[in-house]
């Protein structure tokens, strides 16, 4: 039973990595992987894709929508490696961990480049 599906940058080779490495622990395909930039987007008209693609996504089963970290968190915890990322939603910790991660995925793909080597970032210009 899906209990969480996750709208990610299909473009953002680190995203991507992430993706196939959430999917690879989900033994109980609980979590249902959607590219903001396939088709597919067209079945979830409630996502704004431009928004989607700006911060990570999570929609629950109940309808509840969930954003940036908490996806993260929520989604780590549903394949039993929620302990990795509980200390990012502590109330001391949330309000930095929040900001850094807008700030990085701002800039996923030249982070992208920096920790993967690929990128879509070509002359210091992303292009979707």
């Known amino acids: 039973m899906i209990k969480l599906t996750i709208f990610y940058d299909g473009l953002c080779p680190l995203c991507v990595k992430e993706m196939d490495s959430l999917h690879r622990h989900d033994k109980n395909h609980a979590i249902k992987l959607v590219d903001t930039q396939s088709n597919d987007m067209q079945f979830y008209p409630a996502i704004d894709k431009y928004r989607a693609g ?29 302990w990795l990322y509980a200390p990012l939603r502590w109330s001391l910790v949330k309000p930095l961990a929040d900001w850094a991660y807008l700030k990085f995925a701002r800039n996923r793909y030249r982070w992208s480049k920096l920790l993967t080597g690929k990128s879509k970032c070509e002359g210091g210009q992303c292009s979707r």
Request: glycine share 18%.
């Open 54 to 82: 700006q911060i990570l996504h999570g929609l629950k089963q109940d309808g509840q929508l969930l954003l940036g970290l908490d996806v993260t968190y929520y989604a780590w915890k549903l394949v039993g490696k929620g």
